[in-house]
């Protein structure tokens, strides 16, 4: 037998769900019953559905759990595309090079972000900044985003960034400092598309390609390895 998989809207859209479809309903009651042109109602009902369901899509939230051992591994925080795999400097937390593994969030896909390891959140910070698109390198530095740093319980510091784009001016951070944190569990949500990085050590070993698309709290996109190891005490 097939399992079905469980969806619900998120709680994010909850609100916003509501308050739209109580507008457009009375939107359109208006117009059949005051206006009284049909060919006016039925097309205005058409565009509110298509709408409606368009940013119902949006807010979907999957029930997910990772299939498999995740000791070790770096998990996707969100869906998307694989946008860029480099090099960089981290001048916002480590200021030192890291790995950065950035993914685009289309506004087709889950906008739930999840936590890429397991271990215990040592840093939350939220930086203002512009709304540029989210697939520009820049936006990693320049547009308003979030900050969570992760350490493992091998002593390896993850940073994760929430990142905002031109369409997305709302991000919603539940990490909080010295709590665990589980790769099943959410860490956040971006509403109307935008772009998740990750920073990881240099030499972490790499599992996924550019522009390969990926599943939140699903797809393995990286590997520590031992060259990685911090003491706990640091």
């Known amino acids: 037998m097939r399992r079905i998989k469980k969806m619900k809207v998120h709680r994010e859209g909850t609100g916003l769900l509501l308050s739209m479809f109580t507008i457009l309903f009375i939107v359109n009651m208006s117009l059949y019953y005051i206006v009284g042109n049909k060919f006016l109602f039925y097309g205005a ?13 949006f807010f979907r939230s999957p029930y997910r759990r990772f299939p498999f051992d995740s000791e070790g591994l770096v998990i996707a925080p969100a869906d998307g595309t694989i946008v860029a795999i480099e090099e960089v400097m981290e001048n916002e937390y480590f200021h030192d090079k890291r790995l950065q593994v950035s993914i685009f969030m289309s506004v087709f896909n889950v906008h739930a972000n999840w936590f890429p390891v397991n271990g215990t959140v040592k840093r939350v910070s939220h930086q203002n900044g512009r709304f540029q698109a989210a697939y520009l390198p820049k936006s990693s530095t320049e547009n308003e985003r979030s900050t969570i ?32 944190c589980h790769v099943d569990e959410q860490m956040g949500f971006i509403k109307f598309g935008s772009r998740v990085d990750t920073f990881l050590p240099v030499g972490t070993e790499i599992l996924v390609d550019m522009d390969q698309k990926v599943t939140g709290n699903q797809t393995p996109i990286a590997r520590l390895g031992k060259i990685t190891y911090i003491p706990q005490n640091q």
Do not use: C
Request: no cysteine; aromatic share 6%.
């Open 45 to 57: 009902l058409t565009v509110s559905t298509i709408l409606f369901l368009i940013v119902l899509n």
């Open 149 to 180: 740093v992760i350490r493992t319980d091998y002593g390896v510091d993850v940073l994760t960034r929430q990142i905002a784009g031109a369409m997305a001016r709302r991000i919603v951070t539940y990490a909080t400092e010295r709590e665990l």
